[in-house]
Nanobody
Framework: QVQLVESGGGLVQPGGSLRLSCAAS????????MGWYRQAPGKQRELVASFTSGGAAMYVDSVKGRFTISRDNAKNTVYLQMNSLKPEDTAVYYC????????WGQGTQVTVSS
């Protein structure tokens, strides 16, 4: 059984920063690519960043230079450092495995507003 628990979201002003965490149980990060997704109101859920077991990070163009994904295999935790946040970053953020996703967690709400 795999369980994913996201945390760290909140309300932040434009230009601010947040760090999201995803704590996992029942999964070995050492053998799994993990990613961060987001779903804004009225939009499809999209993959915004991923981190392979080999240490390669990938980002969609809209977050390049602002977001950084990292992982701690010993803690079974994946992080998303978000800087220079924009209103369009407002969404519920989820972590999951891009290939053959696990059951989705509850996500964590990120709201960027003045």
């Amino acid at each position: 059984q795999v369980q994913l628990v996201e945390s760290g979201g909140g309300l932040v002003q434009p230009g601010g920063s947040l760090r999201l965490s995803c704590a996992a149980s029942g999964i070995r990060f050492s053998t799994n690519t993990m990613g961060w997704y987001r779903q804004a109101p009225g939009k499809q859920r999209e993959l915004v960043a991923s981190f392979t077991s080999g240490g390669a990070a990938m980002y969609v163009d809209s977050v390049k230079g602002r977001f950084t994904i990292s992982r701690d295999n010993a803690k079974n935790t994946v992080y998303l450092q978000m800087n220079s946040l924009k209103p369009e970053d407002t969404a519920v953020y989820y972590c999951n495995r891009p290939r053959d996703p696990f059951d989705w967690g509850q996500g964590t709400q990120v709201t960027v507003s003045s």
